[in-house]
């Protein structure tokens, strides 16, 4: 059976996301979504502080220029005027025509017009959101002004079949890969698969946008508007929209919502846990696409509120058969409630790089988000370095959380919040053993925390919680180094908890290796270094540790997770008396087993890597693998690698195999210094391959399944995306992604040049947020 994909199978309420979180106080349900545009509709993607411990808020996915440019009212001549032009004019003569009038009036007069002149941008911005429907009506997914010519026309550009076979198998997408490849290189108004140009080529919009799959062509273009950001995928029972969605008009008011986080004194633990209470229960709960709220230190400073600025989660999708959930997210969707000053885009070089890269790591079996497809919005500039074309890539990972969704909630002293994110995740994402979620239950307002009393709340999971992010973590990045990719930028809103590598940015795979190689041109200092990366991970754990200090020793001390209320309601000293007793007891052993874990799956990574078997951790480091390290450093690590796996298995000398492996891998040639050092490590080698009980031909071909014969050059993303920007080259695109697909076959014909190392490895990277 397959779905569209606005009746995609959701995660069951009770784990969801929406169900278990705080939303935010000026979005309280999805059906502010359709009653927000009533009231202040810009609020959807004003920036602001998102209070009350809000995780999240619901937003639609919105990809406009930003700053807004919509055409000016009224503007019968279609001289393209833009609104904006068309106000300040207006501005200008206002102030010619009241120049006669006092202060006051003049005050008085200009703050109509404000409100005038907003409530033009307002009613625009209406249009593009989610309408109420007529009595008995469905609701439209695509709202008026998403079907006119204010709404980008778009274009799938790259697909990956391996996430959806292996992701979302179930998901209707049509003919969409076939489609986008059979247009490569054409351009022209049946070339877009979403928007008004593809509308008025097909003679209407796709039909059924919430049923089953129908014809290829028509679930092509359901799955093309959806990935587009263009259509909202809401699910809400017209009689729903009143009574739920009234609170997030009446909420609001301009003062809280620009004011700052409002201070947790002034919060209850009641209202937290109603609030849960009645939406876990509610069977019918409307469901909406929403972005995450979280901080972050950014190159060691604290930052404050980041949060999901130009991502949208869709869907928390379910595949039953796998029993595994998968949050479908679009990044460069437009702006969100934490855009701060951006514009919610995103480059279509930072997409493709993103979907190439995410592709390439799971094939290498690194944990790491998925990236289903690339959608490129030709017609709409975006200004970075230069000014360029966007795109959205539709992105997959179980969880989206972060470490910095603890931090901001600790930081913010939202007790409440930390708890309930703690419980979600040790419960839900991590399925510890014990943990209650205690959402369901009541306040315990007696503060009687001497009591160990447990009838009523779970097992402690902080500790375990801390360890697993930890270790999962640990993993992740052992392989980074064995492997050679470098993030860019391990600010620990980037780090996800689930241990998977997510927001790929100005990240690069290592060729010349050099272990000081830092591939973030604005990373000045070197912190986000090749060589840096685990010190920076175990920096990420020590914020995590601190924002969860407080639990850790309350969990110690009573042997039995905190009920609602008991962490919000203590006083500060009392809270820093837990801290002190859980940062104590737990930061440095669990430091300890991050080092350790580290250095352990990083050994075992290329002890795999060599085909040979571990002869004690020592042996391992110092004789074998450091000084292999030491051996590449100006050699291309790709190449030297893929060499290597031919040395098990070779006629020549060792001497004459070390002269060619050197000539082989270097980009210029090196001296005979290095092919000393070459001769003697592989007669180290040598001896660690004939310990191996296997013979030399398994060990070469296990090597040739461990060392791929690929790596993502940035020469060759840079290559990939000019021939997409420029001359729609999706077919080069398919080519780049089959090999990240499958890395450790053999290069041929054409693909034989994806071993040249090319220019250098920092040339033309993306900024961070391109
Ligand atoms: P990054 O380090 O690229 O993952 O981004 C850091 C923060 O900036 C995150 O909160 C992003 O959501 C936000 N951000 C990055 N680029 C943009 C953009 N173009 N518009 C709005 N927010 C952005
Ligand atoms: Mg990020």
Same mark, same amino acid.
């Given at each position: ?24 106080? /000026? ?48 503007? $019968? ?5 833009? =609104? ?13 025509? *009241? ?16 409100? #005038? ?13 989610? $309408? ?13 002004? #998403? ?23 179930? =998901? ?54 959806? +990935? ?36 947790? +004194? ?41 949060? %999901? ?18 949050? /479908? ?71 989206? &959380? ?25 419960? *839900? ?5 014990? /943990? ?33 992010? +930890? ?7 052992? =392989? ?16 996800? &908890? ?10 690069? !795979?290592?060729?010349?290796? %050099? ?38 020793? !309350?969990? *110690? ?155 993502? #050059? ?57």
């Amino acid at each position: 059976m397959k779905y569209r994909p606005l009746s995609l199978p959701r995660v069951p309420a009770a784990q969801q996301v929406t169900a278990n979180l705080l939303a935010d106080p /000026v979005t309280p349900t999805a059906g502010a979504l359709v009653a927000m545009p009533v009231g202040y509709p810009s609020l959807l993607r004003r920036a602001r502080f998102v209070q009350n411990g809000a995780h999240f808020s619901y937003v639609s996915p919105l990809p406009l220029l930003f700053p807004y440019e919509f055409p000016a009212q009224n503007d $019968q001549q279609g001289d393209q005027t833009t =609104l904006g032009e068309q106000q300040k004019s207006e501005i200008q003569a206002e102030q010619e025509q *009241d120049s006669d009038l006092d202060d006051a009036q003049r005050e008085e007069k200009a703050k109509a017009n404000a409100v #005038r002149r907003m409530d033009q941008i307002e009613d625009i911005l209406r249009g593009y959101e989610v $309408q109420i429907p007529a009595p008995g009506q469905k609701i439209d997914p695509i709202p008026p002004r #998403r079907r006119g010519s204010g709404c980008p026309s778009a274009r799938v550009v790259a697909f990956s079949p391996e996430c959806h076979t292996q992701c979302l198998p179930h =998901l209707a997408v049509g003919d969409v890969h076939a489609w986008l490849l059979a247009n490569s290189g054409k351009e022209g108004p049946d070339t877009y698969s979403s928007g008004p140009i593809a509308d008025a080529i097909a003679g209407g919009m796709p039909s059924q946008y919430g049923e089953e799959a129908g014809d290829d062509h028509e679930a092509r273009r359901a799955f093309s508007d959806w +990935a587009a950001g263009r259509a909202v995928p809401l699910h809400i029972q017209s009689d729903q929209i009143n009574s739920e969605s009234g609170p997030g008009v009446q909420f609001f008011n301009e003062a809280d919502a620009n004011e700052g986080w409002k201070k947790p +004194a002034e919060e209850t633990p009641e209202r937290y846990s109603t609030e849960v209470t009645k939406r876990v229960s509610d069977k019918n709960r409307a469901y909406g696409p929403y972005s995450l709220r979280y901080g972050g230190h950014q190159f060691g400073e604290w930052a404050g509120q980041l949060g %999901d600025g130009r991502a949208v989660t869709l869907v928390e999708a379910w595949d039953a058969e796998s029993q595994q959930r998968w949050e /479908v997210q679009l990044k460069g969707a437009g702006r969100t409630p934490f855009s701060r000053f951006g514009d919610g885009l995103a480059t279509l070089k930072s997409s493709l790089r993103e979907f190439l890269a995410s592709e390439y790591m799971a094939a290498l079996q690194i944990p790491t988000s998925r990236s289903l497809a690339v959608t490129s919005l030709p017609d709409l500039p975006v200004a970075r370095e230069s000014l360029t074309s966007a795109a959205i890539a539709m992105r997959i990972n179980p969880s989206w &959380l972060r470490i910095g969704n603890f931090q901001i909630h600790s930081k913010r002293q939202e007790w409440e919040s930390v708890r309930l994110l703690g419980e979600f995740v040790a419960h *839900d994402l991590m399925h510890l053993d014990g /943990v209650k979620k205690s959402s369901t239950s009541s306040v315990d307002h007696s503060l009687s925390t001497d009591s160990t009393d447990s009838s009523n709340s779970g097992k402690p999971w902080s500790e375990r919680l801390i360890r697993e992010v +930890a270790l999962r973590n640990a993993r992740t990045c052992a =392989l980074w180094q064995a492997y050679g990719f470098m993030h860019g930028v391990l600010n620990t809103d980037n780090i996800c &908890l689930l241990g998977e590598t997510i927001d790929y940015g100005p990240y690069g !795979f290592m060729d010349v290796f %050099d272990d000081a190689q830092i591939c973030n041109h604005s990373d000045y200092s070197g912190r986000y270094s090749y060589r840096m990366q685990p010190t920076m991970i175990l920096y990420a754990i020590d914020q995590l540790l601190e924002s969860l200090a407080p639990v850790l020793g !309350f969990e *110690d001390i009573h042997q039995r997770a905190p009920r609602p209320g008991e962490l919000l309601l203590a006083d500060d000293s009392q809270r820093a008396i837990w801290a002190d007793h859980g940062m104590d007891t737990f930061a440095e052993s669990i430091r300890d087993q991050l080092k350790n874990t580290l250095l352990s799956e990083w050994a075992n990574a290329w002890l795999l890597r060599l085909g040979v078997q571990s002869q004690g951790a020592s042996q391992d480091k110092s004789q074998l693998i450091d000084p292999l390290v030491d051996l590449l450093t100006g050699l291309d690590m790709t190449n030297a690698l893929r060499y290597l796996c031919e040395f098990p298995t070779t006629d020549k000398t060792v001497s004459s195999f070390a002269k060619d492996w050197v000539d082989y891998a270097a980009r210029e040639s090196l001296s005979e210094n290095k092919i000393q050092s070459a001769e003697a490590w592989l007669n180290e080698y040598s001896q660690w391959l004939r310990a191996s009980p296997q013979s030399a031909e398994d060990i070469a071909s296990h090597m040739r399944r461990k060392n791929p014969a690929f790596t993502l #050059r940035n020469w060759i993303t840079d290559e990939a995306a000019n021939r997409l920007e420029f001359q729609q080259d999706t077919a080069f695109v398919e080519q780049v992604r089959k090999r990240c697909v499958h890395p450790f076959d053999d290069l041929q014909g054409d693909d034989i040049r994806f071993q040249d190392i090319g220019s250098e490895l920092t040339c033309n990277l993306p900024s961070c947020s391109s």
